[in-house]
């Protein structure tokens, strides 16, 4: 993830207004699972959500089909969410079926809203399967397999003028990931991505459909559905060094991935077979 902005915002939104997120049908489903939308205003170091889709993201119901019957999510952005010329949407996707992996993507955007609100406050957006946070098992047709983890999650306060969890950050200390096959950030091409039409797009990877063009960079997983962006992969940085919570980056020649985890690289986890 990168903290440069996108010479233009994939899509324009406004506080109040409806919003479509769509995904590319190209990408494998995984049953379906948790998903999150989120905004950020500091490149995702914070990130409230604004909607989720618990239990059966991509289907209509119980499933372990890999083809998804859902590709566009439509809600309403919260009238307080604040104006802002960079701020990024953020989608994250728990699958129910297959290896414990993770997938999101992030996009820029613009917020438009007449009414002067200054913050938003919201439940924080959170990582199941990565380091520091807890592994969500296969849900083994149990879909309410971890939705405590989310309804669990601290507030969090986003902002243009700064973000502040509160009142701190949840102690995330289960078991790191198993198999851990997160789809690469930016420059990938893994579940269902968020795509643009007015819309950013993801696969079952996400397609986030806003009021906008295209969707920003995608991310790799498995054959899962991933947001389509298109950037390119991060520089590989040593774990330990500075990074914004939540970025992902491949490194050993895109054979692995790391996570920011509160400003610390996580320890280099291995891609599974064929993503």
Not at 28 to 56: P, R
Not at 157 to 166: D, E, K, L, R, Y
Request: charged share 10%; aromatic share 10%; glycine share 10%.
């Amino acid at each position: 993830m990168s903290d440069v902005p996108w010479p233009q915002p994939v899509a324009s939104w406004t506080a109040g207004q409806p919003v479509t997120v769509g995904f590319q049908a190209d990408g494998a489903a995984h049953g379906g699972g948790h998903c999150q939308f989120a905004i950020s205003y500091d490149n995702g170091k914070t990130a409230a959500i604004v909607h989720k889709v618990m239990e059966h993201c991509f289907f209509n119901g119980p499933s372990n089909g890999n083809s998804a019957e859902v590709l566009k999510y439509t809600f309403t952005l919260p009238a307080d969410v604040p104006a802002s010329s960079n701020a990024q949407f953020i989608w994250i996707w728990t699958n129910a079926v297959g290896n414990r992996e993770l997938y999101t993507g992030i996009a820029d955007i613009t917020i438009a809203n007449s009414g002067g609100s200054k913050s938003y406050t919201g439940k924080s957006a959170i990582y199941p399967n990565h380091a520091g946070y807890d592994t969500i098992p296969e849900f083994n047709g149990d879909y309410t397999t971890g939705v405590s983890l989310f309804d669990n999650a601290p507030n969090v306060v986003v902002s243009p003028g700064g973000s502040a969890v509160s009142p701190s950050v949840p102690e995330y200390t289960s078991s790191a990931v198993e198999s851990t096959s997160v789809p690469p950030p930016v420059g990938h091409t893994p579940a269902p991505k968020p795509s643009a039409e007015s819309i950013v797009e993801s696969t079952v990877e996400p397609t986030v459909e806003v009021t906008a063009t295209e969707p920003p960079a995608s991310v790799e997983p498995t054959t899962p559905a991933t947001p389509v962006y298109t950037s390119s992969a991060p520089t590989a940085v040593p774990t330990g060094s500075a990074c914004a919570h939540g970025a992902l980056q491949c490194v050993n020649g895109n054979a692995g991935f790391q996570q920011c985890v509160w400003g610390v690289w996580s320890a280099t986890f291995a891609c599974a077979s064929g993503t």
